[in-house]
């Protein structure tokens, strides 16, 4: 089973990804956890420490390689492994940022999601600008503002892929949000049988 986590800076879905993971382990299930991380952090702290804002188009487009090349060495290894596989992001992350920073879609992640294995399921996780924000402050190693944190959150809303996911309210404390994960987990397992 291949599950995808989504949502916007600071929703919580590296910590959901890995107790998602735990949990499924917990129960004797193989799990695989595999990040698809498209250094985007990495370049806004470099940015900020040199003074240097790339610009969107050029940032969209070391993002999408590096996301690219994670994707699809996480799909093989995904294909290789018997059990429950969860990715945290996918090629719907990088659409959302170009999206947010009005950048067209393009063919080729449009073509990738279609062409790649289908995922059993993508949760996406919700939670209000305000509340990411202050995640992200907390952890203190990004920076994002409400503004840019709202813009994604419409980004990911505006995808035509937007209606396929599953939304989990992650707003919640870590245990309610991982609850909610592994109903849903569950439920596309029952749906499967």
């Avoid at 309210?169 to 245990?175: C, E, L, N, V, W």
Wanted: aromatic share 4%; net charge positive; glycine share 6%.
């Amino acid at each position: 089973m291949l599950i995808v986590l989504t949502g916007i800076d600071g929703s919580g879905k590296t910590t959901a990804a890995r107790s998602l993971v735990a949990a499924a382990r917990a129960e004797g299930r193989n799990a695989l956890l595999l990040s698809n991380y498209a250094g985007r952090r990495r370049m806004s702290l470099l940015s900020s420490r040199f003074g240097i804002r790339l610009p969107d188009r050029l940032a969209d487009a070391a993002e999408t390689t590096v996301r690219l090349f994670t994707v699809l060495v996480s799909q093989v290894r995904a294909s290789r492994f018997e059990g429950l596989v969860v990715m945290d992001r996918h090629l719907h992350c990088q659409l959302a940022l170009r999206e947010a920073r009005g950048l067209r879609r393009g063919r080729l992640l449009p073509w990738l999601l279609r062409t790649l294995p289908a995922t059993d399921l993508v949760l996406h996780l919700d939670v209000s600008p305000e509340t990411a924000h202050r995640r992200i402050v907390a952890r203190g190693t990004d920076e994002e503002s409400v503004a840019e944190l709202t813009a994604l959150r419409n980004a990911y809303r505006a995808l035509p892929e937007y209606a396929d996911m599953v939304k989990i309210d992650a707003g919640g404390r870590p245990d309610d949000v991982l609850a909610r994960l592994v109903d849903a987990v569950h439920s596309q397992r029952l749906l499967k049988v």
